[in-house]
Every structure is written in structure tokens, then in C-alpha cells.
């Protein structure tokens, strides 16, 4: 049985199902940190600090003075972190699989595919976690399974406000959000000579806007709140990057803050891929060097354990979310966190386009 069975899962079949299942994926930070598949296991955070300089005056017949560069760069390594998933396949299980298909491993090796499916998944879920955690702290941390690594990016602190820095909370309808966003996103594009491509929100931020006077002010309208669609006209029109709304949950739990708002631009970070050992086993397989260098770098197998009998499945990675400029990301806290009376975390959904808003 088991030789038929793996014949029918080699680990590049595998392999190819798992990384076109995460070239699917539907992340949806990777709009602001993309997917890059990188050689080896370790990579290069360069931080970078940007000064206006100008030229000296000097007298005639005098030494012309030594300038500086207005762009100074430090390189470190950053070893990226392995992550996966393995999940089995029960003796009970395999039995009644194999007995309720006529004595046909076709269910044994589908339910092998689906659990391979359900480690992807756990994969890209880590993966979305982390890139929530640099978005709104300016680093990762992962403590677990006795593995443990703080990568601090150095997120300045006049980029990481709290709401008692940014003043009037947005819930109130007096907030200026206007002018608050179109000072930072100008203090970040000095700082990086790069255009704020995003600004990360909730839903309950989102919304928040809706009612803003400064927006319902700039859209002309006379019900005293805007509808998404003109919300996001006015911040067009205004030059504000477009919202990227997240509500997005891991295990029942946010991986990004419903009270802080994200601006970032396209150089802040990318979440790097590396090799895993069992990737480098199958170097030379057709089948997997023509999978999309785009997608994750994910590995998948499948095994036998006798005693008892199990057949296990397998997906690996190694990766992390990598700064590049880390000036490109701004913080800021806007509102108060959000609780029902009970205490839970109070989830807000943004109206529908036809809500009876202005228009």
C-alpha cells in the first residue's frame, strides 16, 4: 500500500501543489509587502539616513571643502526564520478512508492534498501575522517552541505617535484627519524621497472618516457624512494615499491594531522567501523550477510512521519580514481601541456604497 501510495505523492508533486496554492494567496498586506524569494537563508537590512546638504563658500586661492553624501547607508544580516506545519493522517482514519472507497487509496491521497492544503495555509497565515506586527510596530518578535528572535528595525519615534501626540481622537467628527495625514504623509516623503503608496486602516477608522468634517467640508454635501466612494474622492483630490481596509483575523485574533492607522511607501519591506533542506532535495525537478519565483518558497512532503501506522504531511518555509526604508513607515494611533460592554474587541463594518449618505 504505502509504496503505491507515494508513488502517487512524490515530494515535487507536492511541492508544485503547495506553491501554486501560496502563488494564490489572498494576503492582503502583500500590496504593501510583497512577496520576494531570495537564495540561502540569510539577508541585508539596510538602514538608511537622508540629510539636505549644501555647498561651503570658500576664499580664492583656498582648499575646496569635503562635502558629504546626503544618503548614508548601514548594512546588517538578518537571518531569516523557519516556519511550517506537519499534520497526520490517523490509523483510524487511514482505514475508514481506505474502506469507504471500495479498498481505493484515491480517498487516503486526497485527504494527504487537503492537509497539505491546511499547512500552506498555517504558513501564510504566520506570514500575514508578521507583516501586520512590522506594519504597526516596526519590527517582528517571535517567541515559540523554543525559538526566539527580536528583529528591532528602528522605527523612529516622531513615526510612531499615540493618541495623546495626535491629539483629538477621530471618532470626533471636529478631528482635523486632514490635515494630520497630509502632514505626515509630507514628512515621510521628505525623509524617503518616496510617495506614501498606502495608508492601512480598519474598518472602524474607515468609517470614522465618513463623518469627518474636513471630508464632508471638501465633498460640499449637506447630510453631514460622505459615502466610501466620495471618501475616497476627496482624499484623491487631496493627494492622500489610497485606504487599504484590513480586518483581517488569525485564530479569532486581529493582525492589525482597529485603532491605528499604517502609512507606508513601496521600498519599507518585502517578506523574504528562502531555501529550506528539503527544497535543496529537490533542485533539478523540472516540475518545480517551473513553479513561479513570485510565490512563496514553501516545500511539501508526505510520509509513513509503522507503529503506529500514521502518514504524516509536511510544508516548510524559512522566511521573515525584511525593512528596507524603514522612514516609509508611519504609526499613528488615532483612536481609542474598541470594546463592548462585555469587554470584547467591538468589530465595525464599513456601510455599503448605496448607504444613505451624501453624495
Not at 500500500?1 to 492582503?28: G, K, Y
Not at 491629539?167 to 514628512?187: H, N, R, Y
Not at 521628505?190 to 464632508?216: G, K, P
Amino acid at each position: 500500500m504505502s509504496e503505491i501510495l507515494f508513488e502517487a505523492l512524490p515530494p515535487a508533486d507536492l511541492t508544485v501543489f503547495a506553491r501554486q496554492l501560496a502563488a494564490r494567496e489572498v494576503d492582503p498586506l502583500v500590496q504593501v509587502i510583497p512577496n520576494r524569494v531570495i537564495r540561502g537563508r540569510r539577508s541585508r537590512v539596510t538602514r538608511v539616513s537622508r540629510t539636505t546638504t549644501a555647498a561651503k563658500f570658500r576664499s580664492f586661492d583656498a582648499e575646496t571643502p569635503i562635502g558629504r553624501r546626503p544618503v548614508a547607508a548601514t548594512v546588517e544580516s538578518v537571518e531569516l526564520a523557519p516556519l511550517g506545519q506537519k499534520l497526520p493522517l490517523r490509523e483510524l482514519e487511514i482505514l475508514d478512508r481506505y474502506l469507504a472507497d471500495n479498498s481505493d487509496l484515491k480517498d487516503v491521497i486526497a485527504a494527504l492534498y487537503d492537509d497539505t492544503e491546511n499547512n500552506v495555509a498555517s504558513i501564510l497565515n504566520r506570514a500575514l501575522q508578521l507583516r501586520g506586527q512590522f506594519l504597526f510596530t516596526g519590527g517582528v518578535q517571535i517567541e515559540e517552541n523554543g525559538f526566539i528572535q527580536e528583529a528591532d528595525f528602528g522605527l523612529p519615534a516622531d513615526h510612531n505617535l499615540d493618541l495623546a501626540d495626535v491629539g483629538d481622537a477621530w471618532s470626533d467628527p471636529d478631528a482635523p484627519i486632514i490635515d494630520l495625514e497630509l502632514a505626515w504623509v509630507e514628512q515621510v516623503q521628505d525623509e524617503t524621497q518616496e510617495t506614501v503608496v498606502r495608508a492601512v486602516v480598519s474598518s472602524r477608522i474607515a468609517r470614522a472618516m465618513l463623518t469627518n468634517r474636513q471630508y464632508v467640508a471638501a465633498a460640499n454635501v449637506t447630510t453631514g457624512r460622505v459615502t466610501p466612494a466620495v471618501r475616497d474622492a476627496v482624499r484623491a483630490e487631496y493627494g492622500l494615499p489610497p485606504l487599504l481596509v484590513v480586518d483581517a483575523k488569525v485564530g479569532g485574533a486581529r493582525v492589525t491594531p482597529d485603532n491605528k492607522i499604517a502609512l507606508v511607501t513601496s521600498t519599507v519591506a518585502e517578506f523574504q522567501w528562502g531555501d529550506t533542506a528539503e527544497g535543496l532535495t529537490l533542485l533539478g525537478s523540472n516540475a518545480v523550477d517551473q513553479v513561479s519565483t513570485v510565490a512563496p518558497k514553501i516545500t511539501a512532503s508526505a510520509w509513513k510512521t509503522t507503529d503506529p501506522v500514521n502518514l504524516w504531511s509536511k510544508a516548510n518555509a524559512t522566511g521573515l519580514v525584511v525593512a528596507g526604508d524603514i522612514n516609509g513607515l508611519f504609526v499613528a494611533e488615532v483612536l481609542e481601541p474598541a470594546t463592548t460592554p462585555e469587554g470584547r474587541i467591538a468589530i465595525d463594518v464599513e456601510p455599503d456604497e448605496d448607504d444613505d449618505a451624501g453624495l
